[in-house]
């Protein structure tokens, strides 16, 4: 079976062919987004 969207980033990201779940990725990252970075704080 062929690699999920966000398989194929990592893997590109990463410099591997294939990555699979389990595998522990050093990925280059272009973008980070954070939603609600604080939480529930009153």
Do not use: F, Y
């Not at 062929?2 to 990252?29: C, F, Q, Y």
């Amino acid at each position: 079976m062929g690699m999920t969207i966000s398989e194929k980033i990592l893997a590109s990201h990463s410099g591997n062919k294939k990555v699979e779940p389990g595998d522990i990725v050093n990925a280059r990252i272009d973008r980070v987004m954070v939603h609600e970075m604080l939480g529930n704080q009153p």
